[in-house]
């Protein structure tokens, strides 16, 4: 079973930032924080991680709380191609990377 | 340098009929994931292998389930005797080391298994 909670939906109008919020209050001491996400049909394609500090690629900021138990996935100017789902997902020794139901986006313009 | 490919890219069984879904990781990954997907619901692992070996399989049917990973050529998951509930979609993923310790997945495009 997943380990992380994320709202089914969320609505972000184009060119703002999309803040899409997680969940994992049961998260381990070694355990991860990723983020993927899933184009309808196509497999998940792997976004950001992190384990405590904040971090930013060229797609997203993750940040990650101090006590570990949330964490907030930031796209900073939302297009029309970010209405996908997103899926927070925590993994770390022993564990597979359980998905969840993931977070539907819809960037409205 | 090509990703994860899979293939087919749609399956169409009949009841009763066997399933071959196969699986090239990328270049240089020797760690492979099976992930299936209904409709509307998100990712459920499967099982984890390395080359010749299943490390994980807690998330595959006990029955009419099966994968491999050959020392050489795709990894292939097997499903005998379909049913219809076996209709989804089905993902590999693979990770040059052992993912979730600080490993990221590729995942392939998947197969979807439509059980007639």
């Known amino acids: 079973d997943a380990k992380t909670t994320q709202p089914t939906s969320m609505d972000c109008a184009e060119g703002r930032a999309a803040n899409l919020p997680c969940n994992h209050s049961?998260?381990?001491?070694?355990?991860?924080v990723y983020w993927y996400r899933q184009i309808h049909s196509q497999g998940p394609q792997y976004i950001i991680h992190?384990?405590?500090n904040n971090e930013t690629n060229e797609m997203a900021s993750l940040i990650i709380t101090e006590d570990r138990k949330s964490s907030t996935l930031i796209l900073p100017h939302a297009t029309l191609r970010d209405t996908v789902v997103y899926y927070c997902?925590?993994?770390?020794?022993?564990?597979?990377?359980?998905f969840g139901g993931g977070t539907r986006l819809m960037v409205k313009p | 340098n090509a990703g994860v490919m899979q293939n087919p890219r749609h399956l169409v069984r009949r009841r009763g009929q066997e399933a071959r879904l196969r699986c090239s990781p990328m270049?240089?990954?020797?760690?492979v994931y099976w992930y299936r997907q209904l409709p509307e619901e998100g990712l459920k692992f499967m099982v984890y292998l390395q080359k010749e070996n299943i490390i994980d399989e807690s998330g595959m049917p006990k029955e009419r389930f099966s994968a491999e990973f050959p020392k050489e050529g795709p990894s292939i998951l097997r499903i005998q005797q379909v049913v219809r509930g076996d209709s989804a979609a089905y993902f590999c993923?693979?990770?040059?080391?052992?993912?979730?310790?600080?490993?990221?997945?590729?995942f392939g495009s998947g197969t979807q298994l439509s059980v007639l």
């Open positions: 049961t998260i381990s001491g070694n355990e991860y």
């Open positions: 992190g384990l405590k």
């Open positions: 270049k240089g990954h020797s760690h």
């Open positions: 997902i925590v993994g770390g020794a022993g564990n597979m990377l359980t």
């Open positions: 993923a693979s990770s040059p080391s052992r993912a979730a310790l600080n490993e990221k997945l590729f």
